[in-house]
């Protein structure tokens, strides 16, 4: 699943090629890809036609367009991309992809906007947009990036590491609380956003930390460090483009990313650590897989439930 960069990736081309047009015409295929969609495909593409694109946001791996119809309020259409979904620049006359979901084409006759989906996990909902819960507040300095508001469906997830509103302290100070294991910590996106499975065991290599280590076993230092070096592996990453394991991934011009080649530990089982050459070592945690070096990131002797 595309995790922060890669979305960020995708937020990028949006808000180049389609923020700023307005939408003529949207064609769903089937009822799937709306299932989120409480009245279903044809309520959400009427919806649609004749909405402005005011912007493309996120916060985390949640991806919306803030849309206004003439005299309305801004909604968000909320996509989700699942394990495989892709938005498509394409020029209208563009032969249609084998697992086209829906396309938009605009008043201007420019580029269709298409959602495809090889896996039909993904899909789209269009729905309100509510006060950022994070945004700006008399004891909290930084601002928030989402002056438009967050959809309804968006509104329980915490800032992630890379907009104003993330503040890694308070978060810092919050995780030395729990019992639970730091990796488990880190992909809680009630705690922060955007951290998945590949940048998660990034992170802990960076800081040599085992996943299993119970937050608090670790010093406030040592959880704000951690933070830092998942913020930065996502950066360098979102340079890159975002990491690509296979074509399911790729920007809105079909391009794919190419940080899988910096990575340091993830997909890395058997190799050695770049750090100390000590052979890495892949396990299984909570239906996903951690990769880990066993000499930098020693196994607790008493690791989090």
């Known amino acids: 699943m595309p995790e922060l960069p890669e979305v960020e990736v995708v937020r990028r081309g949006l808000a180049e090629h389609v923020v700023g047009r307005t939408l003529e015409r949207a064609v769903l295929t089937g009822a799937r890809v709306a ?66 979901h829906a396309r938009f084409d605009f008043a201007d006759d420019g580029p269709q906007l298409r959602f495809v ?19 700006p507040d008399p004891g909290r300095a930084a601002g928030t990036a989402h002056p438009d508001g ?38 809680d996106q009630t705690l922060v956003s955007g951290i998945g499975n590949i940048y998660a065991d990034e992170a802990l290599w960076r800081a040599q930390v085992h996943g299993l280590r119970p937050c608090e076993a670790l010093t406030r230092p040592a ?22 394991f296979d074509a399911l991934y790729v920007d809105v011009n079909g391009a794919s990313g190419y940080f899988e080649r910096s990575l340091d530990v993830y997909g890395r089982a058997g190799l050695p650590c770049r750090r100390c050459g000590s052979p890495l070592r892949r396990e299984s945690f909570t239906n996903r897989s951690s990769h880990y070096c066993p000499r930098c990131q020693p196994r607790p002797r008493r690791p989090a439930a």
């Open 223 to 244: 959880l704000r460090r951690l933070l830092d070096h998942a913020a930065q592996v996502m950066r360098e990453a979102l340079a890159q483009g975002g990491t690509s």
């Open 117 to 135: 989906d090889q896996r039909t996990f993904g899909g789209l909902a269009l729905t309100s947009l509510l006060p950022d819960p994070y945004g």
């Open 35 to 100: 299932r989120r969609h409480d009245a279903g495909p044809g309520d959400l593409a009427a919806r649609l036609e004749g909405a402005e694109v005011l912007a493309a946001d996120r916060r985390g791996k949640y991806l919306w367009l803030v849309l206004q119809q003439p005299g309305d309020d801004p909604q968000a259409l909320v996509i989700h991309l699942g394990m495989s979904g892709q938005l498509l620049v394409e020029p209208p006359d563009a032969a249609p992809e084998r697992h086209l």
């Open 150 to 187: 967050v959809p309804g469906p968006v509104a329980h997830i915490a800032p992630d590491p890379l907009e104003p509103a993330f503040d890694g302290d308070a978060l810092a100070a919050r995780l030395r609380r729990r019992r639970t294991a730091v990796k488990r910590a880190l992909l």
